[in-house]
Every structure is written in structure tokens, then in C-alpha cells.
């Protein structure tokens, strides 16, 4: 079987493998609470959805390598779950930056971002830009979660999908379920409870709150806005036939942008 994570190849095979500048994915993600019933690791999802679309794409024609994941993401809403790592938003993109800078000296050019944190976002814009303007290069990012919330209505129906559709359910819950089951814990899916009140206003997202219909940016941290663990979430809905389903379109749909991305930079 052909190689696919650069981390496995030997120096030979990665002097032979990149002098054909194949597509490089660059898995990203993070180890933060996910819930009392999922791993923190979500780095690890991050990683095999990286791995499944680069032999989905090899096998569309597309030389396509997985370089080794950053598991850590920017810092956020979960500075309170004991065990939780994360990096500030100057080291996470000094530490993207620089891998994809060793990346670049060794003639490399095509990368694709397979992101797994929302919080990494406004640093990967900030990351992928300053390469652009530096060097003409465009370094997409394919963002699972966000993509894989979109997929989710026709999977389960719009009225189950915002059932789940938040922190501490889907998409994680239901991938998590169907990648690595072992790894967690449906007897401890949470219960939501209703978040207490600050400044007299009920918390309605990680960070939000409403006043008088709008949407006010509250400092909040997750146990505060997701006292039962979960962000609205009713995660007993999630299934893994829900994240089997998951994983197939966000692997065929990133190996086919995989496909579309080498014909544009080739």
C-alpha cells in the first residue's frame, strides 16, 4: 500500500515523494472538553478524516500526503476542563506558520488545511494570507465541523439536526461514535440545563448572550454557557449510522475538492 502520511515515509521516499509536489493536507484541531462523554481529543478526528480523504483523493488521481497534525488549537471557552491544552493565538500561528515555511523551502507549494477547531479560523485567514501576499501561493481550509453541520439536515431531517447541531453533539458526537467508539462514553451523555444568569441575561451561546433580540458578546466559559456539558444539544440523538454518513460525504466531498485543487494548481 502507498504511503500516505509524510510522517511514515523515510528520507529516501520523501525526496522521491515531493519532487512531484503532490497535495499536502495539514491536519489541524484541538484538545479541549467535548463533553463528559467524548474524548478531548478531537485532534484525532481531525487526523483520520485527513488520512480517509488523502486515499479518497489518490484513488480520484490526485497524489495527495498528510502531513503530521497539530493537535493543539487557539485558546477559547474551555480554560476550565482539567486537561485541556491549548495555544494562544500568537504561538498556534507562529507554529502553522513555520510548518508550512519548512514545507515551502523543501519546494513544496500545494497544501490544503483540513481544520477541526473553530477557534483555529480567524488564525489560519491570518496564517494563509500572509503566505498569499508573500509568495502568490493560495492555501485553502477545508473546515470540517462547519461543513459537516451543513450535511447534516439530509442526513437526519432539519428537526433532529437542530436538536443535535451544537457543542457537545453533532458533528462530533455522531463521528466520534462511528470512528472510535471505544474511545467514548454514551453513559455519560449530557442532560441540558439552562445556564444561569449574567448580568441578568441568559446565556445563549459560547460567549453570547440577548438583549432585547440582539446578540451581545459576553466573556463566558463553556461550563458557564453549557452547565449540563452540552451547548443545547440533545447528544442521545446521536448515532453512529449518523456519523458513518458524516464521514463518507465530508471524505468524498474533500477528496473531490482535493481533485479540484491540484487541476487549479498543477
Not at 477547531?117 to 508573500?134: D, M
Not at 458524516?246 to 498543477?266: C, K, Q
Request: glycine content about 10%; overall charge negative.
Amino acid at each position: 500500500m502507498t504511503k500516505r502520511l509524510l510522517a511514515h515515509l523515510t528520507s529516501a521516499e520523501a525526496r522521491e515523494r515531493l519532487a512531484v509536489r503532490p497535495v499536502i493536507l495539514v491536519p489541524l484541531g484541538s484538545h479541549e472538553d467535548q463533553g463528559p462523554h467524548a474524548p478531548m481529543g478531537d485532534f484525532l478526528l481531525a487526523d483520520a478524516l485527513a488520512l480517509a480523504i488523502a486515499e479518497r483523493a489518490a484513488a480520484l488521481g490526485t497524489d495527495t500526503l498528510v502531513a503530521p497534525t497539530i493537535p493543539y488549537g487557539v485558546a477559547g471557552f474551555f480554560g476550565h476542563a482539567p486537561g485541556g491544552i491549548a495555544l494562544s493565538a500568537a504561538t498556534f500561528k507562529s507554529l502553522l506558520s513555520e510548518t508550512l515555511e519548512a514545507l515551502l523551502a523543501h519546494g513544496q507549494t500545494r497544501f490544503v488545511i483540513i481544520n477541526g477547531h473553530g477557534g483555529n479560523v480567524p488564525a489560519i485567514h491570518e496564517v494563509t494570507l500572509a503566505i498569499r501576499k508573500s509568495r502568490g501561493i493560495v492555501i485553502p481550509s477545508f473546515y470540517l465541523w462547519r461543513i459537516a453541520g451543513s450535511l447534516l439536515p439530509a442526513i437526519v431531517g432539519p428537526e433532529t439536526a437542530r436538536a443535535t447541531g451544537a457543542h457537545g453533539g453533532d458533528p462530533l458526537t455522531s463521528i466520534g461514535l462511528s470512528l472510535s467508539p471505544a474511545l467514548m462514553r454514551p453513559d455519560l451523555l449530557p442532560t441540558h440545563r439552562d445556564p444561569a444568569p449574567i448580568l441578568g441575561l441568559t446565556p445563549t451561546g459560547l460567549g453570547t448572550a440577548r438583549f432585547e433580540g440582539a446578540e451581545i458578546q459576553i466573556p463566558l466559559e463553556f461550563d458557564e454557557a453549557a452547565p449540563g456539558g452540552s451547548l443545547a444539544a440533545d447528544a442521545s440523538l446521536c448515532s453512529a449510522a449518523t456519523g458513518a454518513a458524516l464521514v463518507e460525504r465530508l471524505t468524498e466531498l474533500g477528496a473531490r475538492f482535493v481533485a479540484h485543487y491540484d487541476s487549479e494548481t498543477a
